[in-house]
């Protein structure tokens, strides 16, 4: 997907679309959603120029090599680490936190789960996992967009994005089909035949919520929950049906880009990862969605980049073998430099207020510390754009007082407008940013 | 003489207490104060709050048995103890009374607790239908032949069996999902009703239409003697035929007429496959559609295949064996192949045939509209017309005989009425009847009724069993024969369900079972998930791979059919291959044209799923073998051992890729680490004694990948020797893989248990738990003669238990 380039509309958001089609037939609609805080939200973007704010994730199942990433000094003048020397061009973008970790979250690789969830693995096998951040704020904003959230992996379908009862939503590992679903429009008969493909969705959705309560008479405890969670299921497909067909006479943004071709061979993850970033940086600058999430998962390929000869997985184990320290720092330096690449790209899209960088919180972190060990300590975190006071290393906790990570979720969650107290662990909002 | 006595002592554990079971059931507390002297004896001097070791903390684990964690906490002592592990070698060990006291005093309140769970919930919770099992019953609702798992969102779980209902989710994505595949069924089967037969499309192609008109270099060339040759040749996509697409999703059968050139010296045959696909770098998935050998002075064969092909997907023939001669493209075009020697395939004919006849139509049609609609009187616009009568009649028949068959029993008014009522409200609002039936369709395919196997805790109804039978040996809903056993109740006696077994065994559907048991239990299904490194395994390629896999398909298969010993679980002096499968065991003088019994040499590793190649590549990863992976593997996949995870905050152990160090000498160290021994003591033997394969399953004798690198960083280094000789658990000592295999197979009874479970896991959708060992001996009594525990009767007997007949 080389040379991307756009048609002279700069600005594709929701309102560009909406005076297009007449801004009085659809606002009530988008009034009548929104919750009230979302209303806040929308005057505070208004005071900006009516620039949404945007949060995307980015994790890592393996971390990074702390020693690599974590600068040794801390405040504004730190000396760029290894994998942030790449990065000096956009130093001020985004800042660098370290010796943090998510509250009570352990269990190594099982704290996948709770990268934006932050909740505390009992390492029981009752665990129940809680919303992650990007879906507690795609359930309250996402209706505004076209496509609420999206959940994306470079390598298989897992994601750490739960729905509010514990359930993993399966992420997509498509660039193409993310494009297809972003940009190409369907015909007029087959748009047709989705709208009432919609309604008819939306009426068996019904009827299956009737047929629920007769069924659920003859249920042990333990299969009622079983059944509560596919109902919960049905029902939140309603409530996106209903968004969907609000939509659905809306254009799809026209763009002007080479269609990605995706790439097969799960050796080139590093790849693939990048072509993702790609998309993802098209549906920030087209505001086909807010809320974006990327994994990539810690399958054990061997990524196809010179010097590297063993697979990903294993290399994590590195087991402080100079060795594979080095050939993992081949492959994180690639990753950090994708990170990097993607900030650039968001500070290249002008809108009303600034860049779209400055209007996208963008967090890259990990459930890992220290891989080799499986630690989930002293985690790694770049954190750009949203408007924060960047260009900082904030070493906020040490060795033995880890800094609650959440403390940075609930910054974000103020940032989008929703002005919780807490979230999950949180103790407060990261001050330093502000 | 002491050593039997304890055995039979521990034998009788669980029969003494069967008779307190009943008072013992709403004991859901352990009582911690009657067995705390033998705690402080024996276990709280590494297990306390302080030392914690393995991260077990008995101070800390309280004696409630209601929560499930603390349950499995203490079965693990359980077990632990009474297999002698713990307290381990080096500490003082309780004496044999004082263990049996233990033992016998906690056995009973665990498997109450267990007890209770079940009579509360059942052994599994609601079950949802597995992908492959939603694709089967759509299909076989509508009486379509198209793939529906391409529309599911694949699942992401950790645990070895999909059908597991305590590990099943629900997400809205996955709802959304289902409705476009019962969509896409939909429209299959409204378009197959009603399409004409004599619109079926077809085509005859010859080497003049196979050799594309302005020849690329990856479609097929023209040899000069008027056919048309696919060179064995290095690159993507080489042997695509562009005109072997259809504007026209559907299934195709295919017949093609082929013969080799330019054979091996050595009395090989070209193997050559087909794969289906657009076959072009946008679109770059090719799925394996036919693989076959080509033998010289064989002549032309004709080859045939059925296949789903999208409109625009198109077939690629060629040879594709990695062990022999492979040309460049260049080479292709300039055409020296032919006098090079290079092995290729020539393709004389293509035939295609779409697959549509009057029955498939005619099935469609009935099963969707029943035989209400009639042949359209002549000058009409439409082919069918509806039969005069009452339309409400009909709405309500159809609904209903749609429902019963979805929701796999009988159903009744109340049950209908909300799908009956988006019908007749959708007529009320002159939509046409086609039309509102549509809305009542889609409704059942979205309903839990459909979605879910419906049981209640307890004894299984018959329909219940009806279905667990079904999806447990076929991953189809039950058919005609098992709907007429639920409804005369028989299914409830042990001896029809094992009648019914049997005549399930004969059908093609059973292949389902074997696939999809032998890819979960076996992780067949993860054999895509690395590819090997092409520098260090440059023979690997499709057609191996699927080799592989078939052989421990059929080789299961096999063991039922034959009702072979569970000792061949771990050895046998036969196995399953194919010419291509042999060579790669270096065995060439031993292959077949297709997968199939043969006697292997005396000396031979193989035989037995633990030196299968298949086995042995997911087991591995693309460059290197771990012996912890596959230790931890056979430990559980083929012993059926539980293995810890290792504590947090130990670093792993992976090959030293400089070479320096075997991975023994680095295990070796591990082990001295405290809180690694006494897990790896039983990890160790099993991966070790598999040193001698190398990520795709073939011999070596030295770790040459680890070399090819070694060698970059010093020019001087030597290759280091496989070691693969070590001693069991137990201390017994082997030389390698032959002796390892032997001292498995001498615990055949471990296997069967294994199996016995693996299989029961399979078939209910809950693993085994501890009060279930009882009935899992049971059948494994049943099922053994002579100490020969035999597969297709654990098979049987588990058919016909109770454990399998209750939720």
Redesign the interface.
């Known amino acids: 997907m080389k040379n991307v380039t756009f048609t002279s509309r700069q600005k594709l958001s929701r309102r560009t679309a909406l005076r297009g089609l007449g801004a009085s037939a659809a606002l009530p609609w988008l009034d009548a959603m929104r919750p009230a805080f979302a209303k806040e939200a929308s005057a505070e973007s208004d005071a900006k120029g009516g620039d949404p704010t945007r949060f995307v994730s980015i994790s890592l199942a393996l971390g990074l090599i702390q020693e690599n990433l974590n600068p040794k000094d801390a405040g504004t003048d730190y000396t760029a680490s290894r994998y942030l020397e790449g990065l000096q061009d956009i130093r001020d973008e985004f800042s660098v936190l370290s010796q943090c970790h998510r509250p009570d979250v352990?269990?190594?690789h099982r704290a996948e789960a709770s990268i934006l969830s932050a909740a505390p693995i009992?390492g029981?096998?009752?665990f129940r996992n809680t919303i992650s951040l990007d879906q507690y704020m795609a359930k309250h904003l996402g209706h505004e967009t076209r496509i609420r959230s999206l959940v994306l992996n470079s390598g298989?379908?897992?994601s750490p994005s739960y729905?509010q009862n514990g359930?993993?939503?399966?992420a997509q590992t498509s660039p193409r089909a993310v494009f297809e679903k972003l940009f190409v429009e369907e015909g007029a008969a087959s748009r047709k035949a989705t709208a009432q493909?919609l309604s008819?969705?939306r009426?068996?959705m019904d009827?299956?919520s009737?047929?629920?309560k007769?069924?659920q008479k003859?249920?042990?405890?333990?299969?009622r929950?079983?059944?509560d969670?596919?109902?919960t299921?049905?029902r939140?497909?309603e409530q996106?049906l209903e968004g969907y067909e609000n939509w659905l006479n809306e254009p799809k943004p026209d763009i002007e880009a080479e269609?990605p071709?995706?790439i097969?061979?799960?050796?080139r993850v590093v790849e693939r990862h990048v072509m993702m970033l790609d998309v993802m940086a098209l549906a920030l600058q087209t505001d086909s969605t807010r809320f974006m999430t990327l994994h990539l998962d810690g399958?054990?390929?061997?990524i196809n980049i010179p010097g590297v000869?063993?697979?990903y997985?294993?290399l994590s184990?590195?087991?402080?073998?100079k060795?594979?320290l080095e050939e993992l720092a081949l492959i994180e330096t690639q990753l950090v430099g994708a990170y990097g690449r993607f900030l650039r790209k968001l500070k290249g899209m002008k809108e009303s207020s600034g860049s779209a960088l400055d209007n996208t919180m963008v967090l890259m972190s990990s459930n890992l510390g220290n891989a080799?060990?499986?630690?989930n300590t002293n985690v790694p975190v770049l954190f750009g754009g949203g408007g924060f006071r960047h260009g900082q290393h904030l070493a906020l906790g040490t060795a033995q007082k880890q800094y609650p990570l959440t403390n940075l979720f609930l910054s974000a969650l103020h940032r989008v407008g929703m002005m919780d107290d807490q979230f999950v662990s949180s103790t407060g909002t990261v001050t330093e940013l502000a | 003489m002491k050593f039997r006595f304890i055995l039979a002592l521990l034998a009788a554990v669980p029969s003494l207490f069967a008779a307190d079971e009943v008072q013992e059931q709403d004991g859901l507390t352990l009582d911690l104060e009657a067995i705390d002297s033998f705690l402080s004896a024996n276990c709280y001097e590494c297990h306390d709050d302080l030392v914690k070791e393995g991260g077990l903390d008995l101070f800390d684990l309280s004696g409630d048995l209601s929560d499930p964690d603390v349950l499995t906490h203490w079965q693990h002592v359980y077990d632990r103890v009474k297999s002698g592990e713990m307290p381990p070698k080096e500490k003082e060990r309780p004496d044999s009374i004082e263990k049996l006291t233990f033992l016998a005093s906690v056995y009973p309140q665990l498997r109450a607790a267990d007890v209770y769970q079940d009579e509360a919930n059942g052994r599994s919770l609601a079950r949802r239908l597995t992908h492959k099992e939603f694709e089967n019953s759509v299909k076989e609702i509508f009486k379509i032949n198209i793939p529906l798992q391409g529309y599911l969102i694949p699942n992401a779980t950790a645990t070895v069996f999909q059908n597991d209902s305590y590990e099943q989710q629900v997400s809205h994505y996955d709802v959304e999902a289902y409705l476009a595949a019962v969509d896409a069924a939909l429209a299959n089967a409204e378009q197959l009703a009603f399409q004409d037969p004599s619109a079926q499309l077809s085509k005859r192609l010859v080497a003049k239409d196979i050799i594309h008109r302005n020849t690329g270099r990856r479609e097929p060339q023209a040899l000069g003697d008027g056919s048309a040759v696919v060179w064995s040749a290095n690159g993507p996509f080489i042997g695509r035929i562009p005109k072997t697409s259809f504007s026209k999703t559907s299934v195709y059968r295919y017949r093609i007429q082929v013969d080799g050139i330019n054979f091996p010296k050595d009395g090989r045959p070209i193997w050559v496959s087909v794969t289906a696909g657009r076959q072009q770098a946008d679109a770059p998935i090719q799925r394996m559609v036919s693989f076959f050998p080509l033998y010289e002075n064989e002549g032309r064969k004709w080859i045939e295949f059925e296949t789903f092909l999208e409109a625009g997907e198109r077939l690629a023939i060629r040879p594709e064996d990695r062990t022999l001669q492979r040309v460049s493209l260049a080479a292709v075009v300039n055409n020296w192949a032919k006098d090079k020697g290079v092995p290729g395939v020539r393709i004389h004919r293509i035939d295609i045939d779409e697959q549509l006849d009057q029955g498939i139509s005619q099935a469609a049609r009935e099963a969707l509209y029943g035989r209400y609609l009639i042949p359209a009187p002549k000058g009409h616009k439409q082919r069918f017309v509806w039969k005069k009568g009452d339309r409400r009649a009909v709405v309500h028949d159809l609904v209903s005989r749609f429902a019963t068959t979805a929701f796999r029993r009988p159903v009744d008014n109340e049950v209908l009425a909300p799908y009956l009522g988006i019908v007749f409200s959708r007529l009320d609002q002159d939509y046409s009847l086609m039309d509102a039936l549509r809305y009542a369709y889609r409704a059942i395919l979205v309903s839990p009724r459909f979605m879910f196997l419906q049981e209640e805790p307890g004894a299984l109804d018959p329909y219940a069993i009806a279905s667990r039978m079904s999806y447990f040996l076929w991953s189809s809903p039950p058919d005609d024969k098992l709907l007429l056993a639920a409804a005369d109740g028989s299914l409830t006696d042990p001896e029809i369900r094992f009648e019914h077994l049997s005549r399930m065994m004969k059908d093609p559907r059973f292949q389902d079972f074997v696939t999809v048991f032998t890819d979960e239990w076996l992780d067949l299904d993860e054999i895509d998930f690395t590819s090997p490194d092409v520098n260090d395994y440059p023979k690997f390629d499709e057609i191996l791979k699927h080799s592989m896999l078939e052989e421990t398909r059929s080789y299961f298969r096999y063991q039922l059919k034959k009702n072979l010993s569970a000792s061949t679980i771990a050895r046998s002096d036969f196995t399953m291959m194919n010419e291509r499968l042999a060579h790669h065991y270096q065995l060439t003088k031993l292959g077949k044209r297709s997968t199939q019994k043969v006697k292997l040499p005396a000396d031979s590793v193989r035989g037995g799923f633990l030196t299968q190649a298949s086995v042995l590549k997911v087991t591995a990863d693309g460059s290197h073998t771990s012996p912890i992976l596959r230790g931890i593997w056979i430990l559980e996949r083929i012993l059926g051992k539980h293995v810890s995870s290792p504590p947090d905050e130990v670093p792993a152990v992976e090959p030293d890729i400089r070479g320096a160090k075997t991975i023994r000498e680095q295990l070796a160290m591990h082990r001295d680490v405290k809180g690694c021994a006494s897990c790896h003591y039983k990890i160790d033997p099993p991966g070790f004694a598999l040193e001698n394969f190398d990520p795709v399953g073939a011999w070596r004798t030295h770790y040459w990948a680890t070399h090819r690198v070694a060698k970059q960083i010093n020019k001087k280094a030597k290759p280091l020797i496989v070691e693969a000789h070590y001693q069991t658990e137990d201390g017994i000592p082997f030389a390698g893989i032959r002796d390892y295999k032997d001292i498995v197979a001498a615990d055949e009874e471990g296997l069967a248990r294994n199996y016995a479970k693996k299989l029961t896991a399979y078939a209910t959708g809950a693993p085994v738990r501890f009060k279930d060992r009882e009935a899992i001996e049971k059948i494994l009594e049943l099922s053994s003669t002579d100490g020969t525990y035999r597969m297709r009767s654990i098979l049987e007997n588990l058919v016909r238990s109770d454990l399998f007949a209750s939720k």
């Open positions: 352990v269990g190594g009992s029981s096998a009752s298989n379908t897992a729905t359930t993993m939503i399966p493909r008819e969705g009426s068996i009827i299956i009737a047929d629920a007769l069924l003859n249920l042990g405890s333990g299969d929950e079983k059944l969670q596919y109902f299921s049905v939140e497909l996106r269609f071709t995706d097969e061979d799960a050796n399958g054990n390929r061997t000869t063993q697979g997985h294993a184990h590195h087991g402080q073998d060795k594979k080799s060990s499986h630690r």
